[in-house]
């Protein structure tokens, strides 16, 4: 069956002290549109979330919200020899140049050398990024197999929903099939009343009579509308069975189908065939509202 765009999933993921946890939620679009929420620090992770995210949806705005978190606390080796240089040359400077204030604890912390490898703008090592991409993937991976599950139970439903209003279709198209041969009895009906109307009798030629009504008729056949229509309903349902990405092939096919109902509205002059032809329009309509939502 057909898959929704419609779907939510987590994942979460942990090792070496780092934990990871991913949200991933999903809707209409015409195109894949992914945004990835992530801290600045880690923007070196999005090209791998937005490969991931490829590999598994193909349409739909697709939001991924990725957190990271140390759950250990780091060891954290002091290097007191150099804090003490820096308190020493501060002490200096102020007496020397006469000056006044302290240097505070927060802003010795940040000076080079002072905690080896938390230096002010130092990134993770190559190591790390590595230890981060893993996480990070797996827990991506696992949101993503849960909005693709979500997205397949939506499909199910909708797909049942699409089918049962392109049966109603197909049963109009049968019933407007079955009038056709009515239509040519209105014409000659139709058309005997206007040339009565005319006031004076008049001889009528039945082969004259009979070549006009054909004629109206070879206008207004609707015959290879029907057809038409009854093979874009076929291509319908059976996409609407399969499962690959099939939302904007069956957009393409509802186009069509709206195309031949509004040339057979256009043609016909009987009544009950345009009733069953504007039906058909707002089955047509309801399908497509739906197909908008299909991957």
């Known amino acids: ?69 140390e759950t250990e606390i780091p060891t954290v080796s002091l ?59 797996e827990a991506v991976d696992r949101a993503l197999a849960e909005v693709r599950a979500m997205r397949g139970r939506e499909g199910v439903a909708l797909g049942a929903e699409m089918l049962a209003y392109a049966a109603s279709v197909g049963a109009k198209a049968d019933e407007i099939r079955a009038g056709v041969p009515d239509e040519i009895n209105e014409y000659r009906r139709r058309l005997e009343e206007k040339l009565g109307d005319l006031g004076n009798p008049i001889q009528i030629d039945p082969q004259r009579l009979a070549m006009e009504v054909a004629l109206l008729a070879d206008k207004a056949d609707i015959t290879e509308e029907l057809t038409r229509l009854d093979s874009h309903l076929k291509q319908f349902a059976e996409l609407a069975r399969t499962e690959e990405e099939v939302g904007k092939k069956l957009d393409f096919l509802l186009q069509e189908m709206q195309r031949e109902v509004n040339t057979i509205l256009a043609k016909t002059g009987k009544l009950e065939t345009k009733r069953l032809g504007i039906e058909v329009k707002a089955d047509i309509e309801k399908l497509r509202e739906q197909v908008q939502n299909v991957e």
């Open 79 to 137: 290097n007191t020899q150099t804090a003490m240089g820096y308190v020493e040359a501060v002490g200096r400077l102020r007496d020397e140049l006469g000056l006044r204030g302290e240097l505070e604890l927060q802003t010795l912390l940040l000076l080079p050398g002072v905690l080896p490898g938390r230096e002010a703008g130092a990134g993770p090592t190559q190591a790390q990024k590595e230890v981060y991409a893993d996480l990070v993937r």
């Open 1 to 69: 069956m057909v898959r929704s765009m419609t779907g939510y999933g987590t994942g979460f993921s942990s090792a070496g002290g780092i934990a990871v946890s991913a949200e991933v939620r999903s809707g209409n679009h015409r195109y894949l549109d992914t945004h990835i929420r992530l801290g600045r620090e880690y923007a070196f992770l999005e090209p791998g979330i937005a490969l991931q995210v490829r590999k598994a949806l193909s349409r739909g705005r697709v939001d991924v919200s990725v957190a990271i978190q």
